[in-house]
């Protein structure tokens, strides 16, 4: 009944702009209503956002300017001519309520009224601004968490404002120091359907942090906006990302080149071939997959990317990762049933099987994913810290990639933790079985350089460099970093080498094979 008041009211208001001018109360009446509880749908929200915004560019009130206050919302309109030289507010200087205990402001260009101005010469111009002190006005999916809860909007006229060279700029500060904080500047997306309201996005902002307490946004367009608050512990220079983009690249691009190199010697070989090869060439297929959706993912995250083609570039970087992951756990399997059973072991459809759980497992989880909740996939914002002169700025970068913290902590970490821990079990179960066949034996150094060139070599089939991804937090941010991307990037001509090693391994016991076949049959002769 409350919902259905609120509604006629708000209608009535809109079907008298026409017949009446609308007075200072009533506005401060309809932002009360405003503020009553009513339907949690996301487009009653916005319909009474844009109401809002209608009633104050068509009040009539004395004066250039007005101000009005309620308990969660404050509303500014100012009267603009042409010559406007721009405009600076403070929430010092405003009149507000006591239940605001941080300051916030907001600073408008000349430029502001350059476009408007020039397309129609207008009496006066009319720039509405709108603060809300609550984020149920805004909720998006992924639930996010605002500095102070302070959403800052602007307006000017019936016209957008876009692509301004001189930015606007909003500062909000906080009562206390938002060190362990990373602060992202974004602005409201409305959504285009009737269940999602919209979400937030830091398109046209740029994020600075002048003093630990304050923070400030640079946006070249009016709307509404505010800071995101993730708990970061630790924060990556900006001056790292060039030498981790160079690593990224080519070590990426010689694992490519290596991974086809081997797939193509396979084929060629493949009469020839036993299980173990087809378990380590799928292996090498699923790592050249994910080096190829790795570099088009942050390749094409710069560049403006429709929507579904970064869910879907996402959703394949996934699968790939996912894919790759659980190729590794079966080459560590496959080597505790070579290396751990004492009697052979026949398993029907062998290979065919570990091709289903290798590529089918990871493929129901993203399509689980997909069908049940698709926006975890999509453009994610990377925040990078770069100290100047006097102040800590911010700079995002975005690749498409899951987006979901929840999805993240479980089908990233987690699923990679699991298998990077079976790896590592496996691993020091081999180096224990390695130890115990030459105890006893006098190893000449040519035997144990062999042996540590196999420990290497299984420490890279089994993946167990992935597990550094687990080190990323206060000093051991930076090594890991360098470690992490040098040892992944380059990990598929890693396993080139361990392939090339092991062929010309068995090519030589072949040959030391023939030589001893052939003595023997001259001996007999």
Sequence with gaps: MDLCRVLFFSLGFLTCLGKMAVTPKDL????????????RKPSVHTGHIHQLEQLLLNASFPGQNLTLQTRTIQSLVFKLACNFTGLSLSSAALEQGPQ?????????????????????????????????????????????????????????GHRPVNNLRDPVNISIWHNQSLEFYTLTCVFWKEGDSQHSQGGWSPEGCRTEQPSPSQV???????????????LSPAQL?????????????????????????????????????????????????????????????????????????????????????????????MEGFNLYLLLGRVYNIYIHHYVLKLCALGWGV?????????TVKSSVYGPCT???????????????????????????????MGYGGLMSLFNLVVLAWALWALRRLRAG??????????????????????????????????????????????????YGFFLFLWFCSQRCHSQAEAKTEMERISSSQMTTH
């Excluded at 990871?362 to 997909?370: E, F, K, N, Y």
């Excluded at 034996?441 to 070599?457: E, M």
Aim: net charge neutral; proline share 4%; hydrophobic share 50%.
């Design 382 to 412: 990377i925040p990078l810290v770069y100290n100047q002169e006097n102040h800590t700025g911010f700079q995002n970068v975005s690749m498409c990639w899951v987006c979901s913290p929840v999805v993240h902590s479980v089908l990233v």
């Design 237 to 329: 220079p900006a001056e790292l990302q060039a030498p981790l983009e160079y690593i990224s690249l080519v070590g990426c691009s010689i694992s490519i080149l290596a991974s086809l190199l081997v797939i193509l010697l396979y084929i060629q070989d493949r009469k020839q071939s036993d299980s173990i090869a087809s378990i380590h060439v799928n292996l090498h297929v699923s790592v050249l997959l994910l080096n190829v959706t790795f570099l088009l993912s942050s390749t094409l995250a710069v560049a403006p990317v429709p929507g579904v083609a970064c869910t879907a570039l996402a959703a394949t970087l996934h699968y790939t990762l996912l894919s790759c992951l659980t190729w590794m756990a």
């Design 216 to 230: 400030l946004c640079h946006c070249n367009h009016l709307t509404y906006f505010a800071v995101l608050m993730q």
């Design 28 to 39: 401060l009446l309809f932002m009360e209503n405003m503020e009553q509880p009513r339907s």
């Design 441 to 490: 034996q006098k190893a000449p150094r040519t035997r144990a350089c062999r042996d540590t060139v196999t420990v290497l070599g299984l420490t890279v089939l089994l993946g167990t460099t992935w597990a550094l991804a687990f080190f990323s937090f206060g000093i051991f941010l930076l090594p890991q970093l360098f470690l992490f991307t040098i040892s992944n990037s380059f």
């Design 362 to 370: 990871p493929a129901l989880l993203v399509l689980l994913l997909l």
């Design 100 to 156: 605001l205990q941080a300051l916030h402001a907001m600073q408008f260009p000349a430029e502001l009224t350059w476009d408007a101005c020039s397309r129609t010469r207008l009496a006066e111009l009319r720039l509405i601004c709108i603060y809300f002190f609550t984020n149920k006005f805004f909720q998006d999916d992924s639930n996010s968490s605002l500095l102070n809860n302070y959403i800052l909007g602007a307006q000017l």
